[in-house]
């Protein structure tokens, strides 16, 4: 099989994807690496980005409904799991986080969440804390694949699925920072 390869990411504009809250202003080391500093081992930064590898490609669907010969979110989550596998370098799976982000572009809201969760999934690579950010966009994605009214239930059944997949050895710190980071996440984690 030939190596995986990260697309080129398109250049950014200024201001473009400030809208995005996820990350803390104070980083938490517990998401940090070891060899930078924090308390994450590999093998947990691996975790994190496979878990949120499923949260994004479970919403994927809605991406490739409304877009279905642009296969950049897909394949941003293919160069994540390369990245855990050490196929792929950091530096060139975060470039590809940008492809997925300029995915979204002028998408109808479940598409363009869809495509902004593949993009944060990918961008565990260079920060792990984004793990929650991916797992964000996918409920934001779920939720507005409905009815105003039925939001709130699908909100809440994403959120089931995705915490019946949290690794168990990570679970409990997974819970804490979706208590800790929900109001920057636009409150998606309650229930």
């Known amino acids: 099989m030939p190596p995986i390869t990260a697309p080129v990411a398109p250049p950014r504009r200024p201001g473009e994807y400030l809208s995005m809250p996820i990350l803390p202003k104070e980083r938490d080391p517990r998401f940090i690496t070891i060899r930078r500093g924090g308390s994450l081992t590999d093998e947990d930064h691996h975790l994190l980005a496979e878990w949120a590898a499923l949260c994004a490609e479970h919403v994927l ?6 877009r279905p010969g642009d296969a950049r979110p897909r394949e941003a989550i293919a160069v994540g799991r390369a990245w855990i596998r050490g196929e792929v370098r950091m530096r060139d799976a975060h ?15 479940p598409a363009k969440f869809a495509a902004l969760a593949a993009g944060q999934a990918v961008a565990v690579a260079h920060v792990a804390a984004h ?54 996440c636009w409150g998606v984690f309650t229930g």
Do not use: C, K, M
Not at 95 to 109: E, H, K, Q
Not at 145 to 173: H, K, M, Y
């Open 131 to 184: 793990y929650l950010g991916a797992a964000a966009y996918a409920i934001r994605a779920a939720a507005a694949s409905v009815a105003v009214g039925d939001a709130e239930g699908a909100r809440l059944r994403e959120l089931r699925w995705q915490r019946e997949r949290i690794p168990a050895t990570l679970r409990e710190l997974v819970l804490e920072d979706q208590r800790a980071r929900n109001d920057i």
């Open 61 to 66: 669907p809605f991406f490739e409904h409304a």
């Open 95 to 109: 470039r590809t986080a940008f492809v997925a982000n300029a995915a979204a572009r002028g998408l109808p809201d």
